[in-house]
Nanobody, 121 residues
Framework: QVQLVESGGGLVQAGGSLRLSCAASGSIVDINAMGWYREAPGKQRELVADISSGGSTNYAVSVKGRFTISRDNAKNTVYLQMRSLKPEDTAVYYC???????????????WGQGTQVTVSS
Protein backbone atom coordinates (compact mmCIF):
# COMPACT_ATOMS: atom_id res chain seq x y z
CA GLN A 1 0.00 0.00 0.00
CA VAL A 2 1.29 3.45 -0.96
CA GLN A 3 0.01 6.72 0.45
CA LEU A 4 0.66 10.33 -0.46
CA VAL A 5 -0.14 12.89 2.21
CA GLU A 6 -0.16 16.60 1.42
CA SER A 7 0.15 19.47 3.87
CA GLY A 8 0.68 23.20 3.84
CA GLY A 9 -2.45 24.57 2.22
CA GLY A 10 -4.47 27.43 3.64
CA LEU A 11 -5.74 30.96 3.20
CA VAL A 12 -3.35 33.69 2.14
CA GLN A 13 -3.65 37.21 0.79
CA ALA A 14 -2.69 38.05 -2.76
CA GLY A 15 1.05 38.54 -3.01
CA GLY A 16 1.71 36.11 -0.18
CA SER A 17 3.49 32.77 -0.09
CA LEU A 18 2.73 29.18 0.85
CA ARG A 19 4.76 26.00 0.83
CA LEU A 20 3.10 22.68 0.11
CA SER A 21 4.61 19.32 1.05
CA CYS A 22 3.69 15.82 -0.06
CA ALA A 23 5.21 12.73 1.54
CA ALA A 24 4.94 9.29 0.00
CA SER A 25 5.01 6.29 2.30
CA GLY A 26 4.36 2.57 2.27
CA SER A 27 5.69 -0.29 0.21
CA ILE A 28 7.88 1.73 -2.16
CA VAL A 29 10.80 0.40 -4.15
CA ASP A 30 11.38 3.49 -6.27
CA ILE A 31 9.74 6.79 -7.27
CA ASN A 32 10.15 8.21 -10.72
CA ALA A 33 8.49 11.57 -11.43
CA MET A 34 6.55 13.54 -8.80
CA GLY A 35 4.25 16.43 -9.48
CA TRP A 36 1.64 18.92 -8.40
CA TYR A 37 -1.72 19.48 -10.07
CA ARG A 38 -4.58 21.78 -9.19
CA GLU A 39 -8.29 21.82 -9.73
CA ALA A 40 -10.29 25.03 -9.47
CA PRO A 41 -14.11 25.04 -9.22
CA GLY A 42 -15.64 24.40 -12.59
CA LYS A 43 -12.30 23.71 -14.24
CA GLN A 44 -10.36 20.62 -15.19
CA ARG A 45 -7.41 19.43 -13.19
CA GLU A 46 -4.22 20.91 -14.63
CA LEU A 47 -0.53 20.34 -14.21
CA VAL A 48 1.22 22.95 -12.08
CA ALA A 49 4.74 21.50 -12.02
CA ASP A 50 6.56 18.22 -12.04
CA ILE A 51 10.05 16.99 -11.28
CA SER A 52 11.95 13.91 -12.39
CA SER A 53 13.96 11.68 -10.08
CA GLY A 54 17.04 13.42 -11.40
CA GLY A 55 15.72 16.89 -10.64
CA SER A 56 14.55 18.09 -14.06
CA THR A 57 11.54 20.37 -13.69
CA ASN A 58 8.60 21.46 -15.79
CA TYR A 59 6.16 24.28 -15.01
CA ALA A 60 2.85 25.54 -16.28
CA VAL A 61 3.24 28.90 -18.00
CA SER A 62 0.91 30.52 -15.48
CA VAL A 63 3.18 29.73 -12.51
CA LYS A 64 6.65 29.93 -14.07
CA GLY A 65 8.83 32.34 -12.13
CA ARG A 66 6.51 32.31 -9.09
CA PHE A 67 6.42 28.63 -8.05
CA THR A 68 9.34 26.30 -7.38
CA ILE A 69 9.09 22.52 -7.20
CA SER A 70 11.72 20.47 -5.39
CA ARG A 71 12.07 17.03 -3.88
CA ASP A 72 13.96 15.15 -1.21
CA ASN A 73 14.50 11.65 -2.52
CA ALA A 74 15.69 10.36 0.86
CA LYS A 75 12.35 11.38 2.36
CA ASN A 76 10.18 10.52 -0.67
CA THR A 77 8.83 14.05 -0.42
CA VAL A 78 8.01 16.69 -2.99
CA TYR A 79 7.55 20.40 -2.23
CA LEU A 80 5.91 23.32 -3.97
CA GLN A 81 7.05 26.78 -2.90
CA MET A 82 4.46 29.29 -4.09
CA ARG A 83 5.24 33.01 -4.12
CA SER A 84 3.43 36.10 -5.39
CA LEU A 85 0.15 34.23 -5.14
CA LYS A 86 -2.84 35.48 -7.10
CA PRO A 87 -6.57 34.91 -6.59
CA GLU A 88 -6.55 32.78 -9.73
CA ASP A 89 -4.19 30.34 -7.97
CA THR A 90 -7.11 29.37 -5.72
CA ALA A 91 -7.72 25.64 -6.13
CA VAL A 92 -7.38 22.24 -4.54
CA TYR A 93 -3.78 21.15 -5.05
CA TYR A 94 -2.99 17.48 -5.53
CA CYS A 95 0.36 15.78 -5.60
CA UNK A 96 1.10 12.64 -7.53
CA UNK A 97 3.98 10.23 -7.80
CA UNK A 98 5.00 7.55 -10.27
CA UNK A 99 5.80 4.74 -7.87
CA UNK A 100 7.17 1.23 -8.19
CA UNK A 101 5.59 -0.69 -5.31
CA UNK A 102 7.01 -3.84 -3.73
CA UNK A 103 5.99 -7.08 -5.44
CA UNK A 104 5.18 -5.19 -8.64
CA UNK A 105 7.29 -5.03 -11.78
CA UNK A 106 6.02 -1.72 -13.11
CA UNK A 107 5.23 1.83 -12.02
CA UNK A 108 1.84 3.06 -10.81
CA UNK A 109 0.65 6.67 -10.43
CA UNK A 110 -0.65 7.46 -6.95
CA TRP A 111 -2.46 10.64 -5.89
CA GLY A 112 -2.76 12.52 -2.65
CA GLN A 113 -6.08 13.57 -1.15
CA GLY A 114 -5.65 17.24 -2.04
CA THR A 115 -5.10 20.40 -0.02
CA GLN A 116 -7.06 23.63 -0.41
CA VAL A 117 -5.23 26.83 -1.31
CA THR A 118 -7.30 30.02 -1.19
CA VAL A 119 -5.87 33.37 -2.22
CA SER A 120 -7.91 36.41 -1.26
CA SER A 121 -7.76 39.66 -3.18
Amino acid sequence: QVQLVESGGGLVQAGGSLRLSCAASGSIVDINAMGWYREAPGKQRELVADISSGGSTNYAVSVKGRFTISRDNAKNTVYLQMRSLKPEDTAVYYCNADVRPFHFSGYVVFWGQGTQVTVSS
